[in-house]
């Protein structure tokens, strides 16, 4: 899976040490679903609230978008993984129903 991470609205791109945590969680959503063929994180720091998106692309022409806002990035990367992983369980279970 590719995993393209992108910072708005700041001076210098994420740390090395953020990107590679980003990945390590984003890593993990594999086992939730095998499909998903690339990744786009994209991180704001435009206002107060730092806010994350992430979009998936999955197998079969699904888009998995996880979006949050929190206080710091850190959190705002946990809920919005938590997002995705919700509806990826979704997804994994409407395909196994169907087959």
């Known amino acids: ?5 992108t910072s ?6 994420a740390s090395q040490e ?3 945590a980003i990945s390590a969680e984003i890593g ?4 939730f679903c ?16 730092k806010t994350v998106e992430i979009t998936m692309h999955v ?3 699904h888009e998995i978008v996880g ?14 993984v938590e997002k995705a ?3 990826l369980k979704k997804l994994n279970e409407k395909v196994k129903s169907h087959k």
């Open 1 to 5: 899976m590719e995993i393209q991470i």
């Open 8 to 13: 708005r609205h700041t001076k210098s791109k």
């Open 18 to 20: 953020l990107q590679d």
């Open 28 to 31: 993990k959503l594999e086992q």
């Open 34 to 49: 095998e499909g998903i063929t690339s990744c786009r994180v994209v991180l704001d720091n435009e206002s107060l609230d």
């Open 59 to 61: 197998r079969g022409n």
């Open 67 to 80: 979006f949050a806002k929190a206080e710091n990035i850190g959190k705002a990367v946990d809920e919005a």
């Open 85 to 87: 992983e919700r509806q």
